[in-house]
């Protein structure tokens, strides 16, 4: 027997792989396709304090390795959330992280503190990385400082462990990650989606209703996991890696660079059932390479004739 068994800043998981929010529904779409409880945990659609009807379509597209979206965060609100979805959600055997995200400070503090009083979420993972709102959602994650404060304004609010969800588009993520884990978060998870356009050169019009919209899929892996490597080195908290995760090697590509577990994405629309398939791989290569514990493959990287930095 291998053990896949994680744990995500006290938050023990069965196995490291995580669905992604925004690509899993608020996980019970997924149930008639694949046994919620194989999974080590789940990330539902962000929700914010009341219902949001997202942006107006086109907001989805397709594009190289990849996609753009601009769903702008569409979702049923904090409160049905609870009453509908969670009672349903907490009689399976799995890890529910709720993925929050507000256009000011006092919005986070608020969900926060409503998910705080329902029973059956292990953890909240707080979206300071939206690009497709206008206001909040990124504009916090960007910048170290307001991460780091709206990090302890939610700290104050609630005892839920905190995964704090990093933008890649800040100048410097492993900053962010560390101001983040200075004001009490107990994970960080990267990264969400990478600002991008798509032109259609018959009307020299965006694609997208938005213009703008973020990017997801292959096309972004090698670039999350060099962040996710880079913060890896900077925290002591655990990483959860995510960007582009399609396969078991990729997911362990993630984890050798220092991830503690995984999220998967867009791979969900291709495939629904791509995180059993994963962790099915992850315990067969477990299996074949006489690793015992998962934990031992973290941090792995290896680096004949390079130093690490780590401060
Ligand atoms: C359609 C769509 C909706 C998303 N919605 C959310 C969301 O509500 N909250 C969030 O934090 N991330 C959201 N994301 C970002 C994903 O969770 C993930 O960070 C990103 O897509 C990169 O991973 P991937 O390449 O495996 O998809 C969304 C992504 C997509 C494609």
């Known amino acids: 027997m291998v053990n896949t068994a994680v744990n995500i800043g006290g938050i023990p998981l069965k196995n490291p792989v995580i669905a992604a929010s925004g690509t899993f529904g608020y996980g019970l779409e997924f149930s008639p396709l694949l046994d919620l409880n194989d999974l080590g945990g789940i990330v539902v659609k962000g929700l914010s304090l009341n219902p949001y009807p997202g942006n107006p379509p086109p907001r989805i597209i ?27 959600l907490r009689n399976h055997d799995v ?31 707080v979206n300071i990385s939206c690009p497709n709102i206008k206001k909040g959602g990124m504009a916090f994650g960007k910048e170290p400082k307001q991460a780091g404060l709206l990090t302890k304004r939610i ?53 997208l209703s938005t213009i703008t919209g973020g990017l997801s899929g292959p096309a972004i892996k090698p670039i999350a996991l060099r962040m996710v490597w880079e913060v890896a080195q900077k925290v002591s908290i655990p990483v959860v890696g ?33 995180c059993r398939e994963i962790i099915h791989g992850i315990k067969e290569y477990l299996k074949a390479k006489h690793i015992d514990d998962i934990n031992q493959l973290v ?4 680096l004949p004739g390079h130093e690490t930095t780590s401060d």
Do not use: C, W
């Open 299 to 302: 941090g792995s990287l290896n």
């Open 95 to 125: 890890a529910v992280f709720v993925n929050i995200f507000g256009h000011t400070i006092e919005e986070y503090v608020r969900i926060a503190r409503r998910l705080s009083e329902a029973e059956g979420i292990a953890g909240l993972e």
């Open 155 to 207: 700290r104050k609010a609630t005892s839920l462990p905190l995964m704090i969800k990093l933008t890649p588009q800040a100048s410097d993520i492993a900053d962010v990650a560390k101001r983040v884990e200075g004001e009490g978060a107990e994970s960080i998870s990267l990264v969400n989606t990478f600002l991008g356009l798509a032109i259609d050169v018959d009307t020299a019009a965006p694609l």
């Open 242 to 274: 995510l960007g582009g995760i399609a396969s078991y090697r990729d997911a362990l590509e993630f984890m050798i660079a220092g991830a503690q577990a995984v999220q998967v994405g867009t791979a969900n629309f291709i495939n629904p059932t791509t």
């Open 62 to 88: 397709e594009t190289t390795g990849g996609m753009l979206n601009s769903i702008g965060l569409q979702n049923i609100g904090v409160d049905a959330f609870i009453k509908e979805k969670l009672p349903l």
